[in-house]
Structures are given as structure tokens and as C-alpha cells.
């Protein structure tokens, strides 16, 4: 039982370009939200996150979107370099347990 | 600050035996989760230690079972190992896993089930 889907399994985008990756939950206790980014051969590494009280928080070339009536979290990558092509995972905690979605792969074409 | 460290970093098993992977968390955290991430399934939480004491526990079968140690290092055993449980084990470990706490992930243990 998938709580976090992360629907869209690769993108790709042109440097300089916005990235936006989507994320679709299920579980309405889920207070608060989490990206996390992962190299090859490197554990994720936390990118932004934003409470469920929030709809939307900003770090610098990062933005998390928060629809809690839609149940869906968005990331924007604004402007999108080469660096930022990895996979992204979204994240989402409920009773001090975390539920993660597969992973979008995300490709920055130069 | 040193990061997580997981050790081994590959590991070769065959059916039926059972493994013991370890996590060393960030000096100073006392959390540590485990993972384990399938192309398919994403990342599924297996259970949280915290002060020596599992907190929370993920859906996995009793095969899978973890300790904590009072210097917060943490291992995981797998026993009767079977080809599905070929897959990369992360730890995270974060301050006191509450309210905002950033879990940070280590590099993961890549197991391979023959």
C-alpha cells in the first residue's frame, strides 16, 4: 500500500529551464513533507521540507508546493542546472514514521 | 562532523543464511532508522531505534530484526535470507526524530541474495 506516489518515474528538462516534480499522497494524518535528492552510490541527502500547515516554502533555487485539499506535493527547480540530475524522492511523516515514494530521476540536459 | 557510515558497503549472500549490516550514526544523534529501497517499492521504513529501544516498526516480516547499542550504533540482521530481500539498505540517523528533524542517510548497504 503506496501512501506516497510519485507518479512520474523520470524526467527530463533543459538547463535553465524549470523542473517540477509531483508527488501524491494519501494518508491525511501526514503533518509534514520532505525532498530528498540521491546520487548513485550515495544515501539521500535532505533538500527542503514544509509543514502541513504551510502551502509553500522557499530555498533559494528550491520550492515546495503544498495542496493539502489535493493531497499533493510539488518541487520546483528554478533555474535547473546540470548538478541538480539525480533522483528525487518526497517524503511524508505520520506518527513519527516515514513514508517515502519511488523516486523521480531527473535528467538536466546542458 | 563525521556522516553516517555503513558498513559493508556490498555484500554477496546466498539463500537461507542470514547477514548483519551496521549503521554509525552522526556523533551526538540518537535516532537511527533503517530502510530498504527496491526499484519498485521506493524507500520502505523497517524500523527506528532510539536509546537502545525499537520506536516505531515498518511492515516487514520477523526475519528482519535491529539492535541498538549505548553508543548509538545500530545493526540490522536479516535471517533466512531470501531473493527478494536483494536490495540497498540505508541507515539515517537524526538528533532526536521529532518535530523538523532532518533524518541524514548513509551511503547504504548494497546486498545481493544468490
Known amino acids: 500500500d503506496q501512501q506516497v506516489k510519485q507518479n512520474s518515474p523520470s524526467l527530463s528538462v533543459q538547463e535553465g529551464r524549470i523542473s517540477i516534480l509531483n508527488c501524491d499522497y494519501t494518508?491525511?494524518?501526514?503533518?509534514?513533507f520532505l525532498w530528498y535528492k540521491k546520487y548513485p552510490a550515495e544515501g539521500p541527502t535532505f533538500l527542503i521540507s514544509?509543514?502541513?500547515?504551510?502551502d509553500k516554502n522557499e530555498d533559494g533555487r528550491f520550492t515546495v508546493f503544498l495542496n493539502k485539499s489535493a493531497k499533493h506535493l510539488s518541487l520546483h527547480i528554478v533555474p535547473s542546472q546540470p548538478g541538480d540530475s539525480a533522483v528525487y524522492f518526497c517524503?511524508?511523516?505520520?506518527?513519527?514514521?516515514?513514508?517515502f515514494g519511488t523516486g523521480t530521476s531527473l535528467t538536466v540536459i546542458p | 562532523k563525521a556522516g553516517v557510515t555503513q558498513t559493508p558497503r556490498y555484500l554477496i549472500k546466498t539463500r537461507g543464511q542470514q547477514v548483519t549490516l551496521s549503521c554509525s550514526p552522526i556523533?551526538?544523534?540518537?535516532?537511527v532508522s533503517w530502510y530498504q529501497q527496491t526499484p519498485g517499492q521506493g524507500l520502505q521504513f523497517l524500523f527506528e531505534y532510539f536509546s537502545e529501544t525499537q520506536r516505531n516498526k515498518g511492515n516487514f516480516p520477523g526475519r528482519f530484526s535491529g539492535r541498538q547499542f549505548s553508543n548509538s550504533r545500530s545493526e540490522m540482521n536479516v535471517s533466512t535470507l531470501e531473493l527478494g530481500d536483494s536490495a540497498l539498505y540505508l541507515c539515517?540517523?537524526?538528533?532526536?526524530?521529532?518535530?523538523?528533524?532532518?533524518?541524514?542517510f548513509g551511503p547504504g548497504t548494497r546486498l545481493t541474495v544468490t
Open positions: 539515517a540517523s537524526s538528533l532526536v526524530y521529532n518535530d523538523w528533524d532532518e533524518q541524514y
Open positions: 517524503a511524508a511523516r505520520a506518527f513519527n514514521q516515514f513514508y
Open positions: 514544509i509543514s502541513s500547515i504551510k
Open positions: 556523533s551526538g544523534h540518537r535516532s
Open positions: 494518508n491525511s494524518m501526514f503533518d509534514y
